[in-house]
């Protein structure tokens, strides 16, 4: 079976094996028609010897799924919960790191693939239909929220497919990349007028400097680097590697909290054909925290004009937390190379090597 993988991912063939995923099943019994599969962590999915420096968890890596939701338990599960919709129309649409995709005619319907997105997905459940009317482009907007059952035991939910299309499979010339600069600064701005009392009386949580801790970062970065080098990936003496390598973490308050998407990367960010910005998707990362954490894409998408008119338009400012933005889009990139090469996604490799070679090529601009 092949899967599209689009909205929350990139839009591309992948090719699967079994109803839908790439591992076996392994440990709880497995009924094949009503129940979930656990993943086996010594088949499945095949990964080089460096993979096993990035596991986790019993031998497994970090994208690996906790828990397999075929299309025919996907179907079975939205129509228990949902029998308007036609469910037995329902098609694989595409897979990230934490959730399984199906399409139901308009909608779109998520679930949970690793234990560790269960309460992200429950944090957009809480929060976005909230949030949506603030913005000034369209976000997902639960409108299905599915419940734990003997079925499936975590939540999940659908909504209206967010139209656009991934930036991986959006080619764009450097010129056309810049037309989406000043509209996200005005997205981003939006977002951070929510209040953080508010935000967090909807769910949004404590303050946390989420990936703007760069000592965190290194902790992880030569793992990573290594692995990306062994697959050919890339070059241990890149510009960008000792970009990153050289990156001090600023002094930063949380003071003034302010709402922020927390993973804005080229993978959840949709485009119009001309290259502007048609929405934003996968928010479980949202939480209070510095505004700087949503620089990441602009900081690694943008050529220098976009970069200038981004920087003009944000508002507040600064150099040196523009340079944390960068070390961040590295290390965020350079995941995206290891582990989009281990599960075949082969656009996003491509548009993350585009986007670190930007970053080499526009250090200290």
């Known amino acids: 079976m092949a899967l599209v993988r689009c909205w929350g991912a990139t839009c591309q063939p992948t090719?699967?094996?079994?109803?839908?995923?790439?591992?076996?099943?392994?440990?709880?019994?497995?009924?094949?028609?009503?129940?979930?599969?656990?993943?086996?962590?010594h088949q499945g999915v095949r990964r080089s010897r460096i993979a096993r420096t990035l596991m986790k968890h019993g031998g497994r890596p970090q994208y690996d799924a906790d828990l397999i939701a075929s299309a025919h338990l996907a179907r079975r599960s939205i129509a228990d919960q949902f029998p308007d919709l036609e469910a037995e129309d329902a098609i694989a649409f595409g897979e990230g790191w934490d959730n399984w995709i199906y399409r139901v005619?308009?909608?779109?319907?998520?679930?949970?693939?690793?234990?560790?997105?269960?309460?992200?997905?429950?944090?957009?459940?809480?929060?976005?239909?909230?949030?949506?009317p603030r913005l000034p482009r369209p976000i997902p907007q639960p409108v299905f929220f599915g419940v734990p059952s003997p079925r499936y035991p975590w939540p999940f939910f659908g909504y209206s497919a967010v139209q656009g299309a991934p930036v991986a499979v959006t080619p764009l010339d450097p010129g056309k990349r810049s037309a989406s600069a000043g509209q996200l600064a005005d997205f981003l701005q939006a977002l951070q007028t929510v209040e953080a009392s508010e935000a967090?009386?909807?769910?949004?949580?404590?303050?946390?400097?989420?990936?703007?801790?760069?000592?965190?970062?290194?902790?992880?970065?030569?793992?990573?680097?290594?692995?990306?080098?062994?697959?050919?990936?890339?070059d241990a003496d890149a510009a960008w590697v000792s970009e990153f390598r050289q990156a001090e973490a600023p002094p930063l308050s949380l003071d003034c909290p302010v709402l922020v998407h927390g993973d804005l990367n080229f993978k959840n960010v949709l485009l119009e054909p001309g290259g502007e910005l048609a929405g934003v998707v996968d928010w479980g990362d949202l939480h209070l925290g510095h505004w700087a954490e949503d620089w990441m894409f602009a900081a690694g998408y943008f050529p220098p004009a976009g970069q200038e008119i981004?920087?003009?338009?944000?508002?507040?400012?600064?150099?040196?937390?523009?340079?944390?933005?960068?070390?961040?889009?590295?290390?965020?990139?350079?995941?995206?190379?290891?582990s989009a090469s281990d599960m075949g996604h082969v656009k996003d490799v491509a548009e993350a090597r585009w986007q670190l070679r930007n970053m080499a090529a526009t250090r200290g601009s």
Request: charged residues 25%.
């Open 15 to 41: 090719i699967v094996h079994g109803s839908i995923g790439l591992v076996k099943t392994h440990g709880e019994r497995f009924n094949r028609r009503n129940s979930f599969r656990m993943p086996n962590v």
């Open 105 to 132: 005619g308009d909608w779109l319907f998520r679930f949970p693939r690793r234990r560790i997105a269960v309460p992200l997905m429950e944090r957009e459940m809480a929060i976005l239909p909230r949030l949506a």
């Open 200 to 234: 967090s009386a909807w769910g949004a949580g404590e303050p946390t400097l989420g990936r703007l801790d760069i000592g965190r970062l290194k902790e992880r970065f030569e793992v990573w680097l290594s692995a990306a080098v062994v697959r050919g990936l890339a």
């Open 310 to 338: 981004f920087r003009t338009r944000i508002g507040a400012f600064d150099e040196r937390l523009w340079r944390t933005a960068r070390a961040v889009s590295i290390f965020v990139y350079l995941i995206v190379l290891v």
